[in-house]
Nanobody, 118 residues
Framework: QVQLVESGGGLVQAGGSLRLSCAAS????????VGWFRQAPGKEREFVAD????????QYSPSVRGRFTISGDRAKATAYLQMNSLKQEDTAVYYC???????????WGQGTQVTVSP
């Protein structure tokens, strides 16, 4: 089992920045990939970004590419989502997720709220 705990959400003005953290514990050695997802009120959860845990390979949703950066500190067992040039439409609950190789995202954090004001 892997446990994930997000932090770093909050209220920010449009154009501002936030960095989300996702601390992993448990069977960290089983993690193949870490992803960030978000869910806005009344909308489906959507993919934001992901990265392989043991080597650099990331991908992003077109809506955040160039503004958000996903990274990981393996020594700290923590993944990050640096969010710059935030827009009101980025307002959502952000979730960190992890998966093992050849499996779906089975491990999820509790979510952290990001609110972008005008």
């Amino acid at each position: 089992q892997v446990q994930l705990v997000e932090s770093g959400g909050g209220l920010v003005q449009a154009g501002g920045s936030l960095r989300l953290s996702c601390a992993a514990s448990g069977r960290i050695s089983s993690i193949y990939e870490v992803g960030w997802f978000r869910q806005a009120p009344g909308k489906e959860r959507e993919f934001v970004a992901d990265t392989k845990w043991n080597y650099y390979s990331s991908q992003y949703s077109p809506s955040v590419r160039g503004r958000f950066t996903i990274s990981g500190d393996r020594a700290k067992a923590t993944a990050y989502l640096q969010m710059n040039s935030l827009k009101q439409e980025d307002t959502a609950v952000y979730y960190c997720a992890a998966r093992e190789a050849f499996k779906e995202y089975d491990y999820w954090g509790q979510g952290t709220q990001v609110t972008v004001s005008p």
